[in-house]
């Protein structure tokens, strides 16, 4: 399956699940790699989750004020939503290989 769906998850924090997602990711999880499912936290509210969503944003100065940390900079503004955006650009930018392009 790694051949045909590469792993490119860095990291997933799911952040404000509703109470029942623990059952649900549970029963999700056992059909992930355990290297997919190692990178991906399930924290509770921002509220109650910070120190977790500090440690893995890299500093509480990295997280936004809205979820209670220090950091005031807009979203597209943000260093990593920069370098998201831009690669979403050259990937948008790319032409398949000649065997998928659609013939006319």
Known sequence: MVTYYPDRLALALVINTPGWFAYVWKLLSSFLDTNTRARVVVVGTPSTALAT??????????V?????????????????????????????????PDDQQKQC
């Open 53 to 62: 969503i500090a440690h893995h944003m890299g500093g509480l100065d990295k």
């Open 64 to 96: 936004p004020v809205a979820w209670g940390g220090s950091c005031t900079t807009p979203l597209a503004e943000y260093p990593s939503h920069k370098r998201m955006m831009s690669f979403a650009a050259r990937m948008n930018q790319q032409q398949p």
